[in-house]
C-alpha cells in the first residue's frame, strides 16, 4: 500500500541553524501539506501546497519557514533560523483532492529538537 | 470559525469492552469531513474512518464506528472489543476545504 515518507525520522540542531525536513508524498497525490505537534499537544496545521505554490498557511508559517517541491517527488520543509520553541514533531501529508471527503495521508513525522 | 472539541483528556477501559470517545465540532460550512486518527506511543498518525457532512449512514470500519449525530454537531468514535493494542492517543479532526483541524486528543488505556 502506497504511503508517504520523510526523513530523518529524527533530528538534532543548534538554534540559529537552518533545518531542512523531507517527504516524498504518496505518487498519485496532488496535494500537500506540512503540520507539527509540540509534545503534548495537539496536532496543527501550517501550510497547504499545490500546483507548486502555497495555497493555504496559518499564523505560524511565518517568514522563517518555506516550501518547496523541488523535483516530482520530494516535498520539503525549510525553517531558515530554527528557535527553541520549533522543536516539535513535523507531519507531511498528502491527499488526492481538496475536497472535504479527500483523506490526508500522514507520513510517519521527524521528531525535531532545536538546542 | 471551525474547532473541534474532545472533553475526554483520558479513558481506562477493560479489555474486550466497547469504548466511546466523544467529539463536538463547530463549523458554518455546509460541507465537511469528519475524520478520527490513532497516534500510537511511536508517534505517527494512522487514520481511522471518516464521517462526510452528507453521509446518511455512520461509517463504519471493522471494529471503529462513527457516531455522527449532525443536529449536535458531534462525531464520537465507537471501538467494539478493545484489545490491548488500541491503547493510543485518539485525535477528532474535521477537514476544512484545504487543512485539518484537530481536536486536543483522548489518551485511550486498555487494561489487560
Known amino acids: 500500500e502506497p504511503e508517504v515518507t520523510q526523513t530523518p525520522s529524527h533530528q538534532v540542531t543548534q538554534m540559529g541553524q537552518e533545518v531542512i525536513l523531507r517527504c516524498v508524498p504518496i505518487?498519485?497525490?496532488?496535494?500537500f501539506y506540512w503540520y507539527r505537534q509540540i509534545l503534548g499537544q495537539k496536532v496543527e496545521f501550517l501550510v497547504s501546497?499545490?500546483?507548486?505554490?502555497?495555497?493555504?498557511k496559518s499564523e505560524i508559517f511565518d517568514d522563517q519557514f518555506s516550501v518547496e517541491r523541488p523535483d516530482g517527488s520530494n516535498f520539503t520543509l525549510k525553517i531558515r533560523s530554527t528557535k527553541l520553541e520549533d522543536s516539535a514533531m513535523y507531519f507531511c501529508?498528502?491527499?488526492?483532492?481538496?475536497?472535504?471527503?479527500?483523506?490526508?495521508?500522514f507520513g510517519p513525522g521527524t521528531r525535531l529538537l532545536v538546542l | 470559525a471551525q474547532k473541534i472539541t474532545q472533553t475526554q483528556p483520558g479513558m481506562f477501559v477493560q479489555e474486550k469492552e466497547a469504548v466511546t470517545l466523544d467529539c463536538t465540532y463547530d463549523?458554518?460550512?455546509?460541507?465537511?469531513?469528519l475524520f478520527w486518527y490513532k497516534q500510537p506511543s511511536s508517534g505517527e498518525m494512522i487514520f481511522l474512518i471518516y464521517?462526510?457532512?452528507?453521509?446518511?449512514q455512520n461509517a463504519t470500519e471493522g471494529r471503529y464506528s462513527l457516531n455522527f449525530q449532525k443536529a449536535r454537531k458531534s462525531a464520537n468514535l465507537v471501538i467494539s472489543a478493545s484489545q490491548l493494542g488500541d491503547s493510543a492517543m485518539y485525535f477528532c479532526?474535521?477537514?476544512?476545504?484545504?487543512?485539518?483541524?484537530f481536536g486536543k486528543g483522548t489518551r485511550l488505556h486498555i487494561l489487560p
Open positions: 501529508a498528502s491527499s488526492r483532492d481538496r475536497e472535504s471527503a479527500e483523506t490526508q495521508y
Open positions: 505518487s498519485n497525490h496532488l496535494y
Open positions: 501546497f499545490y500546483n507548486n505554490e502555497i495555497s493555504e
Open positions: 463549523t458554518s460550512d455546509p460541507s465537511y469531513g
Open positions: 464521517q462526510g457532512s452528507y453521509d446518511q
Open positions: 479532526a474535521m477537514r476544512a476545504w484545504d487543512k485539518i483541524i
